[in-house]
């Protein structure tokens, strides 16, 4: 299967600092998403990107699939954005294979 | 729309006993997982079904697990005996088709004593 490798799988941010989170994966995909799981384990569909760039309030992402990496920013965080951040990659036989994650905490 | 429903929440049980999970889709969504997830981990893809058909369940231990779903809608996921390993968060997915993104229900958390 494709490999997901997710870095750095710890950050630690303060509040209002920018952030960026990389997702690598091994082949290449059909599509690619962004979760992210909060404390109570649901995992929340950030972006739905198989390429180019998608902006969503202070979150953007962008992938690109030729060179087979992912970038997920997030900018001006706030306390609400701790939790994982997991990238998933969908195979040409649609299988969807996450990453370890990244676990983000913000603090005030 | 109303999203992925799973139950329950929340689940202990004692090693050996059998416990069993309910999902519902998405209306209209043809594809369903389950997933497994360990605390720590990312989730891995126990079984994919295409309306009621098996697509995948080659990460499924078939020996203790089996999943079923009936009509093509709502899914049922059972182990049978539990191990203390199987303890994790199981997690229901549904897709409209191909490229089209998926979206997960809130999951059971399982803990086996």
């Known amino acids: 299967g494709i490999q997901v490798e997710q870095s750095p799988p710890d950050l630690i941010l303060q509040e209002g600092a920018n952030s960026t989170l990389r997702c690598n994966f091994s082949?290449?995909?059909?599509?690619l998403q962004w979760f992210h799981q909060n404390p109570w384990g649901q995992l929340i569909n950030l972006f739905y990107?198989?390429?180019g760039t998608k902006q969503n309030g202070r979150l953007s992402a962008t992938t690109v699939a030729t060179e087979r990496y992912s970038l997920l920013y997030i900018s001006s965080s706030q306390t609400t954005d701790s939790g994982v951040y997991f990238c998933?990659?969908?195979?040409?036989?649609?299988?969807?294979?996450f990453g370890a994650g990244t676990t983000v905490t913000v603090r005030a | 729309e109303a999203g992925v429903a799973q139950s329950p929440r929340y689940k202990i049980i004692e090693k050996r006993q059998s416990v069993a999970f309910w999902c519902n889709p998405i209306?209209?969504?043809?594809?369903l997982y389950w997933y497994q997830q360990i605390l720590g981990q990312g989730p891995k893809l126990l079984i994919q079904?295409?309306?009621?058909?098996?697509?995948?369940d080659s990460q499924l231990p078939k020996d203790r697990f089996s999943a079923e779903r009936l009509k093509g809608v709502d899914s049922t996921l059972k182990i049978q005996p539990a191990k203390l390993e199987d303890s994790a968060v199981y997690l229901c997915?549904?897709?409209?088709?191909?490229?089209?993104?998926?979206?997960f229900g809130s999951g059971t958390r399982l803990t086996v004593v």
């Open positions: 209306s209209g969504h043809a594809t």
């Open positions: 997915a549904s897709s409209l088709g191909q490229g089209t993104g998926y979206t």
């Open positions: 079904f295409q309306n009621n058909g098996v697509v995948d």
């Open positions: 998933a990659v969908e195979s040409w036989d649609y299988k969807l294979s």
């Open positions: 082949d290449s995909v059909n599509n």
């Open positions: 990107i198989p390429s």
